[in-house]
């Protein structure tokens, strides 16, 4: 029979530590979240409903979103051991920059809808730890007040060109001026995309007290005290709207995008030009020989075509096309650090990111913009290690294979 005896003070002191008091209410939610998904259920809890269904979800039955999701989370990673890696170096060259991490903040529209604190916050997280942000044409921050916010951030700007090629002009010259060093031209979205969650949530810009919002405001005081405190919603390249979410895309949205746009876009701005939103190999190759610097294989999160094809796996092809001519980038479905490091090892120069810090800063604001960027580190340099290797450079399309 087991021997039994009563322990003494000293083992149980060992044993009762208290968990150190967080005084701050946001760091101590936030210290909960331990992954992308946390910081997500979090966000759904602070959020009035048609802004975290706005955020949270994609066009039509949100296949597209689901599929890319699915296929980050079918790769299948092969370590190499004993390889020594107490050391791990996570950044890499963007476009002729150092970044710390090889993933930016992607451009996301109404920004401050999400959380009162908006783009400022995630610029500054940017610039806090040296990864680029990128500014939306729908961004609630103007171009100048987000360059204010975090003056050595690296930062990009996004473009929708709209039939008035002047207005367009004008977004690029401003954003050249404020220190915007490349330019992400998006060019998915002739049309916009059927984002049914924000049909039936009736969701407009700004948004609206009915009867429904109003009593949804009753369980996010918070939110609400927070929206009505602060500067209203205003564009970077609109100064008033009032209407839905999709009279508002259709109006900015122009049908007869073209290659003709593209040049003219080229022709126009100095700096580096991505175009964000190819979904083939032929285009990639098109726009390159347009001038693109790089290539953003993206379907916008899931939020335009439906069914469209998955990112991650046109990386192989696209490299294949594009060879050294420009840098190949992707985005959609990112949620955690394994899926960066699965990108990288594909052969990506980059990742964007959109949802995964829009829960967070849903969930916390600025703080919770950084308790994600510090999840996916974290994340990172596990899956890094646990691979064997060291550096971003020594990722090899054999660590990571899509099944
Ligand atoms: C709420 C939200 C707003 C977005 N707004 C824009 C935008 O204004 N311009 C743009 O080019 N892409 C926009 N996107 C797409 C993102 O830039 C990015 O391509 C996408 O979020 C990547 O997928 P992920 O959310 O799964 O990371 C938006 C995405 C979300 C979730």
Redesign the pocket.
Known sequence: MTKRRLPKPSELKQILRPKPIVLNPTERRLAGAHTIADLRMLARKRTPRAAFD??DGAAELEDS?RR?RQAFRSVEFHPNVLRGVSDVDTSVSILGKRSALPFAF?????TRMMNHEGEAAVARVAQRNDIPFSL???ATTSIEDAAAAAPDARKWF?L?VWRDHGAGEDLMNRAWAAGYDTL?L?VDTPVAGARLRDVRNGLTIPPALTLKTFLDGATHPAWWFNLLTTEPLTFASLSHFDGTVAELLNKLFDPTLNFDDLDWVRATWPGKLVV??IQNVSDARDVVKHGADAVLL?N????QLDRAPTPIELLTPTLDAVGDDAEVWV????LSGGDIVAAMARGASAC?????F?YGLMAGGERGVQRTVDILRTEMVRTMQLLGVRTIADLQPTHATLR
């Not at 916008?300 to 939020?303: V, W």
């Not at 985005?331 to 990112?334: K, N, S």
């Open positions: 706005y955020t979103l890319a992607a451009p996301t529209g109404f939306s044409t729908m996004q929708y992400l998006t964000k939103g993206s916008h999160g899931g939020r985005d959609t479905g990112i964007l990111i959109g949802r995964a829009l």
